[in-house]
């Protein structure tokens, strides 16, 4: 997957972000890439506040500055010396701490620094009805906001990406979305390839107003504009997954809404890695993710690799 040149890589001090670091590292490694891992620290300010931390607050100011400080230092320093064996490699690599509003900085430090991928952990989380919904708070905030690609990803330690899905959106073929779909084909095969992977490709198609039809038409009407829609969606998923033909293990056509059947795809097929456009139609500012993508995200239990079109341009500035 050699599109990726230059990686931010976000570190939780307060987690474990091993795993990250070695799936940042083998990536590094296989594409030459420069790498940036930034720690995440509140505002000194936030830290002063009196209620939860009384007792640090009655300290001077000075000493308050200074312990919050060495903190830091400590939490970069550990993170300097487990990228020590990289750099040995020759891999240019920076190790940075982060204060304040984390979509905000990160986003303002991508725009600054070119980033083309930013790399964060998640954690899996119960909701309130006991469905696991890893993809929460932090990630998709950034898939958002973010002007650049966002792998959001889960803990594997005992299996790799053994199967990957290519989500795509074939039946709307302006310029921009065709490219993003593009994308989407180069990035997944790329990593299939370098991952020896199983890659699905996936798409679900409908005709918009069917439920309001029935009934109101002959039957044998709507199931021609059926057939006649099904045969559009293929011949145009055809046209995007043709170049990639060779490394595609199964393409999957099915009728229905995205946002539901996808979900259950992923889990019937058990896989690693999610990948996928976030290509948003109403244009409005903050939700660049698309209301279809958000919904999928909100339901899924894997890794998410979201892709921005070209061109995007995000809300921060």
Same mark, same amino acid.
């Given at each position: 997957?050699?599109?990726?040149? /230059?990686? &931010? ?17 083998? &990536?590094? =490694?296989?594409?030459? @890439? ?22 640090? $607050?009655?300290? $001077?100011?000075?000493?308050?500055? =200074? ?17 020590? @064996?990289?750099? @040995?490699? #020759? ?6 701490? !982060?204060? #304040? ?49 966002? +792998?959001?990803?889960? %803990? ?6 053994? =199967? ?16 993003? /779909? ?8 790329? &990593? ?14 409908? *005709? $918009? ?15 021609? +504009? ?10 145009? *998923? ?13 393409? $999957? ?23 996928? #456009? ?5 244009? !409005?500012?903050?939700?660049? !993710?698309? /209301?279809?993508?958000?919904?999928? *995200?909100?339901?899924?239990?894997? @890794?998410?690799?979201?892709?921005? %079109? ?5 809300? !921060?500035?």
């Amino acid at each position: 997957m050699k599109r990726f040149k /230059n990686i &931010l890589v976000i570190v939780d001090w307060q987690k474990d972000y091993e795993l990250l670091l070695k799936r940042t590292f083998k &990536l590094a =490694r296989r594409n030459k @890439s420069k790498l940036s891992l930034v720690e995440i620290f509140d505002k000194l300010e936030d830290v002063q506040r009196p209620s939860p931390l009384h007792s640090i $607050h009655s300290l $001077h100011s000075r000493q308050i500055r =200074r312990i919050y400080s060495e903190g830091i230092d400590s939490e970069i320093n550990k993170l300097e010396l487990r990228t020590k @064996s990289l750099r @040995s490699e #020759g891999v240019d690599i920076t190790v940075t701490p !982060i204060q #304040g509003n984390p979509v905000i900085e990160i986003s303002r430090k991508v725009m600054r620094d070119g980033h083309d991928l930013v790399m964060i952990g998640i954690e899996e989380k119960v909701d309130e009805d006991g469905v696991e919904n890893p993809l929460w708070g932090l990630p998709l905030r950034l898939m958002r906001k973010c002007p650049c690609a966002v +792998w959001a990803m889960k %803990p594997t330690p005992v299996r790799g990406l053994n =199967r990957i899905v290519a989500a795509v959106s074939p039946g709307y073929e302006t310029d921009r979305v065709f490219l993003l /779909n593009k994308k989407i084909m180069e990035l997944a095969s790329s &990593l299939a390839e370098t991952e020896e992977s199983e890659l699905h490709v996936f798409h679900a198609w409908m *005709l $918009h107003g069917e439920a309001m039809l029935k009934g109101k038409i002959d039957n044998d009407v709507l199931e021609g +504009w059926l057939s006649r829609e099904k045969a559009k969606s293929e011949e145009a *998923l055809d046209r995007i997954i043709h170049p990639f033909e060779g490394k595609i293990t199964k393409r $999957h056509l099915q009728k229905g809404v995205a946002d539901i059947l996808l979900p259950l795809f992923i889990k019937d097929v058990d896989a690693d890695l999610l990948v996928m #456009g976030t290509l948003c139609r109403t244009g !409005i500012t903050g939700f660049f !993710i698309g /209301n279809t993508a958000e919904k999928i *995200l909100q339901k899924i239990n894997c @890794s998410v690799l979201a892709i921005k %079109p070209d061109g995007f341009v995000g809300p !921060i500035k």
